[in-house]
Structures are given as C-alpha cells and as structure tokens.
C-alpha cells in the first residue's frame, strides 16, 4: 500500500476526522447522560425530602413521632425502593432512620451524620458508598429538625458503563465502515483519474492524434483532461513539424551530398594532384560518405516514424535472415580478426526483410566497431515465451551502467570504452533498430555479460502458423 497516495490520504483523513467526530460525540453524549441522570436523581431527592417535611414532620406535635415513622414506612418503603432516608431531632438524635436496602448498594450504619446550616441544603455523594444523599434543615415551629434523602448510583453507573461498552464496541465497527465507506468513496472518486492515468500511458510518440477522455463532470478532473489534450495536441504538431522538417532537410541534402561525392572522387583520381592535397581530399571525401550515411538514417528514421517504411511483409526465417546477413559481412569482422558465429533454431516470423535485414546489420555493424581485435560476436536465434528472439553478443568492453537506458536514443553516444572508439558511429544505428522492432511489433533491450562484453535483444512475433509448431532440428550454420 503506497501511505503517500493521493487515495490513502483522502481514507484516513475521512476515517480519522469520522472517527474523531463520533469519539467527541460519544464523549459529549456520556457527559449529558450522567449530567442528565444525577440531575434527575437530585429532583427526585429534593422533592422527597420536601414531601417529607411539609406532610408529615409539620403535623408531628400532634401526630407524634411514632405516627411519621409508621407513614414513611408505608408510603415511601425506602428498603424495598433502595433509598435512604434518616430524620433527626433538633437535638441531633436519630428520630427515624431506615435499614439495608434490596440492592445492597449501601451500608445505612456506616454514613456518617451531615452538619448543614439553617435554611441551607446539601448535595453530596458518600464516600465508600454507592449513595447520592441531599440534606434539608426542616423548621417546626422553632425547631430545626434534619432531612436526610438518598439514592442509589448503581441503576445510573450500570448505564452509564453500558454506554461505554456500546461505544467501545461500537468504535471499531464505526471504523471499518469508515474506511470502507471512505475507500468506496474514493475510488469512485478518483476513477475518472484513473481512466485519463491508463489512456495517457498508451499514448506515445505514434500515437499522438489519440486523446484522453473527458469526463461531463464540469469539475477539476474535466479541466485537467481538456488541458492535457490541448498539451498533446501541441506536442503532436510539434512533432509532426519537427518530423517533417527532418525527412525534407534529409531529402533535400542527399542529392548535394551526391554531386559532392561524385566530384570529389572525380577530384582524387586526378594523378596530376600532390599526394598532401589528395589525402586532404580522400578525407573530405570520407567526411562526405559518413554525412551522406546520417543522412540517409534521418531519412530513415523519419520514414519509420510516420509508418511509410515497411514496404512489404513476407513470411521468413529468421535465422537464415541472420546467417546471410554476416556472411555478407565476414570480410569486415576477417580484417579485424574477430570471430562471427551464427547458432540458433529455425524461427519463422512476419516482415519486411530488407528492414530486418537492416537492423542484423546495425546490430552487427555495432559489435564490430567496439570488439577488440581476436574478440569474437555471437548471433543466436531461438524461440523464448512464443516470440522469436534475435540475441547480439560481443566480448568488448560493454557499455557504462548509467547509459544503457539510453542506448536506443537517436545521436546518443555513450562516455566510456565503447564511445572512445576511433570507428565510433553517428548513434542512430541502435535508434534505427528499435524504430523498426517496434513497427514489427516487437521490442530491443541491452544489458552488460557478467563476463564481460555486451548483449542486444531483439524480441520478434512469430508467424501465427508457427506458434505451435515444433522446433525444427536444423539451425543457422
């Protein structure tokens, strides 16, 4: 799980603020509920006591004392109703006080006397004791008799614990759907995000008139769509001028370098000249032939780029492709010294073949130029995961770690062994490959021996026909 995406973020922001509201909500809810409880339990109290004075202790000199003790019994039954209740006399003697109650939530013994002022009441829990208790100075003709009112906490703190449970147990399960409800959210949230994600990685270089969806939303991911189309757009004409620009300067500069060319051999062949100034003009004319050679690879490299390059696809072997093309080659890997092998299978494929035939001479031209004298190149053909697979290796000094991603680009010439060689190309011979493997459908890659040397890959589709046959015996010699 990626913590910095955009969507992980959104998830637990919502699920945290969701989850921080309801824990203030719970707590606020807890709060009122036992402020709620304990001031319906003083109301009660406050109203008892009163009832008690004003109905029975106000009659006392005539009822006696005898006549309120039988009254509270009847009608109040502290015992049974788990409440407290004490009277004292003016002298501070116990006139009444009541027994053990049902639920056992209090001792009746073991609360100790409340001193209060005249015409003053008093609201306190006792302590060591589940008991709320409300003292009520009573006057009686002169006489300040004590009201003592109390009431069980245990029936408010089991709900109040009951609360608590719930909101325990509750929690995680808010949280789940928190998440759950804030990932749902999220994802169709973001999917129109994901849907331009997806479409703009299938846009490339040659596909550029495609355009990203534009969701009707009239929000930030439709402003964000329109603007990149209006992007790709620009790159497209961009690219399309650039592209032009390089296939027309191409086109025009081969015939001058032609006429060039022609003169200049003209030129050279001339015995009246000095030697000095004809090898001053043999090496104008070699500078002449290697601009005339970039030329023709722009021209190339324009062609396969706007698809006009493959004239003709033909079913072939692509081994036996590889094995005629270095034999054609021998004579320049024989004047180095440098061993040429061909191995590999059969592997038939679909093509244009002077193209393919191009890029096994790329490919091989490119090994020649950096393998030492004595060094030897293999060139193998085989089958690997239902694709025909053409594998380049050499023994020269490979390529430097940092540049192998960038091999393939146009004019990119690696620092190091490789690029310090005399016989260095233009850097578009390995461009030219990858440009034509991917207008057959396939791909190229370069990676270091651990032995030393280098080895290019050039992934191929088989003809449809020859995806399930077996592999001949024969190979490419």
């Not at 039954?77 to 006399?89: D, K, M, T, Y």
């Not at 009441?121 to 008991?131: I, Q, S």
């Not at 004047?335 to 191009?358: P, Y």
Request: hydrophobic letters at 45%; charged letters at 25%.
């Amino acid at each position: 799980m990626n913590t910095r995406s955009i969507r992980f973020r959104l998830v637990a922001w919502y699920a945290g603020v969701f989850v921080l509201v309801c824990v203030a909500f719970g707590a606020y809810t807890y709060l009122s509920l036992r402020h709620y409880l304990r001031s319906e339990l003083q109301d009660g109290l406050r109203r008892r006591a009163h009832q008690i004075g004003t109905s029975l202790l106000l009659g006392i000199e005539k009822t006696g004392e005898a006549f309120v003790v039988e009254q509270i019994r009847s009608f109040y039954g502290p015992e049974l109703n788990n409440r407290f209740i004490r009277l004292s006399r003016p002298d501070g003697s116990v006139l009444y006080v009541s027994g053990t109650p049902g639920d056992m939530s209090f001792e009746p013994a073991r609360i100790p006397p409340v001193h209060v002022r005249p015409g003053e009441a008093r609201v306190a829990d006792v302590p060591g004791e589940h008991l709320l208790l409300l003292s009520l100075p009573f006057a009686v003709r002169g006489r300040a008799f004590l009201v003592e009112v109390g009431a069980s906490t245990l029936e408010g703190e089991s709900l109040l614990r009951g609360f608590l449970l719930t909101l325990g147990l509750g929690l995680p399960v808010i949280l789940l759907l928190a998440v759950g409800g804030g990932a749902l959210l999220i994802q169709q949230a973001l999917a129109p995000v994901h849907r331009v994600t997806e479409a703009a990685r299938e846009i490339t270089s040659r596909n550029l008139s495609q355009r990203l969806p534009v969701p009707g939303t009239a929000d930030e991911v439709e402003h964000l769509s329109l603007a990149m189309n209006e992007m790709i757009g620009r790159l497209d004409e961009a690219l399309q001028h650039a592209r032009r620009f390089t296939a027309d300067a191409s086109h025009e500069l081969r015939t001058p370098l032609t006429v060039m060319r022609g003169e200049l051999e003209s030129v050279v062949q001339d015995g009246a000249l000095a030697a000095r100034t004809q090898a001053r003009i043999g090496s104008v004319l070699e500078e002449t032939e290697r601009l005339a050679r970039i030329v023709e690879d722009l021209l190339a490299i324009s062609r396969l780029e706007a698809g006009e390059a493959l004239l003709e696809r033909t079913r072939l072997d692509l081994a036996s492709l590889v094995s005629g093309t270095a034999d054609q080659m021998s004579l320049l890997a024989e004047d180095k010294g440098i061993e040429v092998r061909c191995l590999g299978e059969r592997v038939e494929i679909e093509g244009d073949a002077a193209r393919l035939k191009q890029v096994v001479v790329n490919l091989l031209d490119n090994a020649l130029k950096y393998t030492p004298r004595g060094g030897r190149i293999w060139l193998e053909t085989r089958r690997a995961g239902g694709r025909a697979l053409l594998e380049v290796t050499d023994t020269g000094p490979g390529i430097p770690e940092a540049a192998l991603p960038r091999v393939f680009e146009r004019f990119f010439r690696a620092d190091g062994m490789r690029s310090g060689s005399a016989e260095g190309g233009s850097g578009l011979g390995l461009a030219i490959v990858r440009l034509i493997a991917t207008a057959h459908g396939g791909a190229v890659a370069a990676a270091n021996e651990p032995a030393g040397g280098c080895r290019v890959a050039v992934s191929l589709p088989m003809a449809p026909a020859a995806r399930n046959d077996a592999p001949p015996g024969g190979g490419a010699q």
